[in-house]
């Protein structure tokens, strides 16, 4: 009998742009994924598992249970759809076309600062957090639109922020501090880009320090990690902060699998809320951002679920959201202390507060857009 399949077969011509859009970001040379995918002869191995990763939605990676974000990578329904029937069809290859490249390979950066001099991360004993000066001063005013902090050695870079340190400011090794933070990197965070007419400041006089979590990876290795910045040619219309609310004070007991803690705040003024970034550590399990309006009304911003402490991911708003003053912003976090959190360090322990893997921390970064040139410190005073 004639095959009826007159449809045309689907070939990784069709497949390429999914890829690009979607994957690249990751699976290309020097990023975190860890086989590119840009051409055929790259991907024709992996087809099979393409089609596992994105039918079950492990890839790529995303955690909101709700909420509309806009950078949600998620593939449509037609997408997988497309990338199904390709591997059904035995992944051939059709027409060739040239790779059209990833947006974020193609920016243009004003500024690339690298650690001056390499830490050496032991092959198993974890280091403490590290804190480097980048080799910066600044004469005048800068304003950041886009940052992107790249690990030295990836496989090692737990997790980073960079604080603004203001002229004769001293920043605390470890625990809270009220400095300004310019970027934070985790794995899977593609380079922070802030809307249009918005950017965050670093005052004239201002230092730039990053602090680095480097977690062993079985094998001693070097690392000198960098960071780039995108200037805007002038003042912005707004700036934008990052805040957090966090608890340093709670104790998940032993064995307990489903341990809960709440931290809020009451915010001074008004401000646009861009981004939320949630932050634990190997017992986390999931993670909530609620608004509590000044009239009482309670929304749910953000939940994170399951919370997975090897993706974490900054949630940008598809539409910023306006907080009025007196707004309350809470943040909630669930840990799984339970043996049977595959990941739990020690289900025997009682868990407090500490910055290495073992221990938990307990933070909501948010980004928010103020009026004109407000500090942080002025934010909340006013
Ligand atoms: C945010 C970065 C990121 C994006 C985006 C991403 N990947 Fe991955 N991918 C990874 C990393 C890192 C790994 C290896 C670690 C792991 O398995 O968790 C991986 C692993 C994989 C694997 C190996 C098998 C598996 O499922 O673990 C496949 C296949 C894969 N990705 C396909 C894709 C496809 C197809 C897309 C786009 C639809 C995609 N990935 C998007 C980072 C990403």
């Not at 965070?189 to 320090?209: C, D, F, H, R, S």
């Not at 910045?229 to 902060?241: G, H, I, N, Q, Y």
């Not at 959190?341 to 910055?355: F, I, T």
């Amino acid at each position: 009998m004639m095959s009826l399949a007159l449809a045309a077969v689907v070939t990784f011509r069709d497949i390429q742009p999914i890829l690009e859009r979607r994957c690249l970001s990751c699976h290309r040379a020097g990023e975190i994924g860890r086989m590119p995918l840009v051409t055929y002869s790259q991907a024709r191995p992996w087809a099979k598992a393409i089609r596992e990763a994105v039918l079950s939605r492990r890839m790529p990676p995303w955690f909101a249970a709700s909420g509309s974000f806009a950078n949600d990578p998620r593939l449509t329904a037609a997408e997988i759809g497309a990338i199904s029937d390709w591997v059904a069809s035995g992944a051939p290859e059709g027409e060739r076309r040239g790779v059209v490249p990833s947006p974020a390979a193609g920016r243009e950066w004003d500024l690339t600062l690298t650690m001056p001099k390499p830490v050496l991360v032991p092959a198993r004993e974890e280091l403490e957090y590290q804190l480097v000066d980048l080799p910066a001063s600044f004469a005048e005013d800068r304003w950041v639109t886009a940052a992107e902090v790249r690990p030295g050695a990836r496989g090692v870079v737990h997790h980073a922020v960079v604080y603004v340190r203001e002229a004769g400011q001293p920043l605390p090794r470890h625990g809270p501090t009220k400095a300004d933070i310019l970027a934070v990197y985790a794995p899977g965070q593609p380079p922070m880009t802030l809307p249009e007419g918005m950017a965050k400041k670093i005052p004239a006089g201002a230092a730039l320090a990053m602090q680095i979590h480097y977690t062993p990876n079985g094998k001693a290795v070097e690392d000198r990690t960098s960071l780039r910045l995108a200037f805007a040619p002038k003042p912005p219309a707004r700036r934008v902060l990052t805040l957090q609310i966090a608890s340093t004070d709670f104790r998940i007991p032993p064995g307990e699998p489903n341990h809960r803690e709440s931290a809020s705040g009451t915010l001074p003024n008004d401000a646009l809320l861009l981004s939320m970034f949630p932050h634990l550590h190997l017992r986390g399990k999931a993670f909530e951002y609620t608004l509590v309006e000044p009239g009482g009304r309670v929304e749910t911003l953000l939940r994170v679920a399951p919370y997975d402490f090897y993706w974490q991911l900054n949630y940008v708003l598809a539409r910023p959201r306006t907080l009025l003053k007196g707004s309350r912003l809470r943040v909630t976090a669930w840990w799984d202390n339970s043996p049977n959190n595959p990941r739990n360090p020690d289900p025997l322990a009682e868990v407090s507060y500490g910055e290495p893997s073992k221990d938990e921390m307990m933070v909501g970064f948010f980004d928010v857009a103020v009026e004109g040139d407000v500090s942080k410190e002025e934010f909340f005073r006013r």
